[in-house]
C-alpha cells in the first residue's frame, strides 16, 4: 500500500465533498473547522490532523482505504459508489451485474 501526499488526499476529499452536494463552509460547519482550513486541506497545502480527519471521512462516509490505494486519485466520485455497492453485493448479485455489463459492453 502506498500512502499518500496532501494533494492526492485533499483531492479524495474534495471530490467525495462535491458527490455529497456540500459546499467547503458546509462541511467545515460539520467538522468544526474554519472554512479556510477545509480549503487548504483540499488544495493539498495542509494534511488535516487526526480528529478532523476522522470526522471529514465518518461526515462523508469515505472507506479510508481509499486513500491507502495506488489509484485513488483516479477514482471518480461514480467509481467510488460502484465499489461500496460491490462490496456490499452477494455472489449471486455480482454474478447479475456482471452479466450485464457484459452484455452492455458488447453492443
Known amino acids: 500500500m502506498e500512502n499518500h501526499n ?29 472554512d479556510k482550513q477545509l480549503g487548504k486541506i483540499e488544495r493539498g497545502v495542509h494534511y488535516p490532523s487526526v480528529p478532523t480527519f476522522l470526522k471529514i471521512i465518518k461526515t462523508l462516509n469515505i472507506n479510508i482505504e481509499e486513500f491507502y490505494s495506488d489509484n ?11 465499489m461500496r455497492l460491490i462490496r456490499a453485493s452477494s455472489q449471486k448479485e455480482l454474478e447479475l451485474v456482471y452479466k450485464i455489463l457484459e452484455v452492455i459492453r458488447n453492443n
Not at 462535491?18 to 467545515?28: D, H, N, R
Not at 485513488?72 to 460502484?82: D, F, I, N, R, T
Request: aromatic share 4%; hydrophobic share 40%.
Open 6 to 34: 496532501a494533494s492526492t488526499i485533499g483531492l479524495i476529499i474534495k471530490n467525495h465533498r462535491k458527490q455529497a452536494g456540500f459546499t467547503q463552509f458546509e462541511l467545515s460547519e460539520l467538522i468544526e473547522i474554519d
Open 72 to 82: 485513488s486519485a483516479s477514482v471518480s466520485p461514480q467509481e467510488s459508489k460502484l
